[in-house]
Every structure is written in C-alpha cells, then in structure tokens.
C-alpha cells in the first residue's frame, strides 16, 4: 500500500530546511532507518552531493541516514533496494529528465505503489502528478515525456500563490495560468499553498497543513478545501 508526502516546500519562512515537517517525518519514516535522496533536480549553484549533506543534516535531527543515489553505480538497483525514497526540489524539467535518463520512472511508481514511503517537495512533488505541465519551473531542458509518476490522479501546483490586492503587477496570476491549463487539459490541479501537504495512504489522500488549498477541476469554478480534508474525489 503506497505511503506519500506531497509537500509544497522543503522550506517555510522563519525555519531551517525540511523543521516543519521533521515530527511529521519521523512517524512517516518510523519503519526506515535510511533514506535514498534523490538531488537531481539541482541545475546549478549547488552539487549533487552538497545537496545530499542539506538533507543529511536534516534527517539526522529524526535518527535517519541518508545516502544520494548519485553515488550508487546502478540507480534503478538503488531504487529498489531503497527503506525510503526523498525527492527534493529544484527544477521539474531537469528532474524529470535525469529519471527518463536513468530509467526510473517505471521503477520508482512500482517500488511507491508496493509501500516503499516516498516524500516529494515541490519538484519531486511535482512528479508526483499525472504529468508535470503545472511545474512553475522554467523548461530549460526537454525531457522525454511530461508524463510522471501518476501516483495521484491529478497534477500538482506547489507553492500556489494567491494575487496579491495591493500589487502593481499585471501579469497572469497562478490562478489565470492554470486556466490556461484547462483550455487543452482536464486533469484536475491541486494548487499547495507553502506549509501544505498531501498525506497518501493507499487510495486515501487527505490534505495537512494550516493552510486550505486551491482545487482546480476542468470546466469548474475554483475552490478551497481546508485541512484533514479527503481528496479522493479528484480524477
């Protein structure tokens, strides 16, 4: 039975990398003493393995290890060995590339949807989707498909933003762009606000946080979900 966290961010305002998700992640993780990372995301600014120390140093807090799956010579191995999967943020295009590259994608839905617990923050939340057309990122390189990993029947838009009322700027806002989305697309969009994320257990997807998030489904007027909320009904 799959086990997900589909989290907006690894960071909020005011706190250190992953500390507002860490109780939640130690019980999440209770069963894994060691999580595989997976840093592909990262285009630049910051390397492969100093992303992974990033992330080491935050599961140490919860008595976990972590290894980056960059260092394994035989990655889809890595994957399916692995007590527990992170996927940390960046850019969904570079990410989604790098899995197509290494032949994971296959991989990482069978060992997710077999119980492996995964946890995904923006860009590997992303992934997480149908597809990966809700990305905010920008497509600096093509990946194969934008087809993900389809763990949940709807698409994802983490660190969804609301307009702001005294703002000057007059460009699209997230909301305008998902519309736009819908204009050739009808999966369902599921806008996470920052401090947002999804709790998957097998076919139960309930929304967590403090804050409510914004529901896009096509041909239907956006709405807003609170807390504890179950998210079955998207497909």
């Known amino acids: 039975m799959q086990q997900i966290t589909i989290a907006s961010t690894s960071t909020v305002h005011g706190s250190g990398y992953l500390e507002y998700l860490l109780d939640y992640l130690s019980h999440f993780f209770k069963d894994a003493n060691s999580i595989l990372f997976i840093p592909y995301a990262r ?13 080491q140093t935050a599961f140490a807090k919860i008595n976990k290890t972590v290894t980056g799956i960059h260092t394994y010579n035989n990655p889809v191995e890595a994957v399916n060995q692995a007590e527990a999967i992170f996927v940390g943020g960046g850019n969904t295009f570079v990410l989604t590339n790098q899995l197509y590259k290494n032949n994971l994608i296959a991989t990482l839905r069978t060992v997710i949807k077999a119980g492996t617990p995964y946890l995904g923050t923006s860009a590997g939340s992303n992934i997480c989707g149908l ?19 389809a763990l949940v029947p709807f698409n994802i838009n983490p660190h969804y933003l609301d307009p702001l009322p005294d703002s000057k700027h007059m460009g699209e806002t997230r909301e305008t762009r998902i519309k736009e989305f819908h204009n050739f697309n009808t999966n369902p969009v599921v806008g996470l606000r920052e401090g947002s994320w999804l709790a998957v257990s097998g076919k139960s997807i309930v929304l967590k946080g403090e804050l409510p998030a914004r529901i896009f489904e096509y041909n239907k007027t956006p709405y807003e979900v609170v807390p504890e909320t179950e998210l079955n009904h998207l497909k």
Request: proline share 12%; net charge negative; aromatic share 10%.
């Open 131 to 149: 597809t990966i057309k809700n990305t905010n990122d920008m497509p600096i390189i093509y990946p194969p498909s934008f087809n993900a990993l």
């Open 43 to 55: 285009p630049g600014g910051i390397s492969h393995d100093g992303y992974t120390e990033l992330v």
